[in-house]
């Protein structure tokens, strides 16, 4: 069972990533040691897609190895 946005949202978030607003249902999140922006679509409880959690993991391996 995939994990759900709530719970990606609050992986970043513990890993000190800012929620910068979005438009609509998107999120973008930002890091002071990442260069990228991780952009977050859907409600809270839908369930999260593969391309989201893999831009997950690639921006907290970003920044954890910094």
Not at 14 to 30: D, L, P
């Amino acid at each position: 069972m995939p994990p759900k946005i709530r719970e990606l949202i609050a992986e970043l978030e513990r890993n000190g990533f800012v929620n910068r607003g979005g438009k609509g249902s998107h999120r973008n999140f930002e890091h002071h040691l990442s260069s990228k922006i991780v952009r977050i679509s859907g409600k809270m409880g839908d369930d999260a897609k593969k391309y989201q959690l893999k831009q997950v993991k690639e921006a907290l391996n970003e920044v954890k190895g910094k």
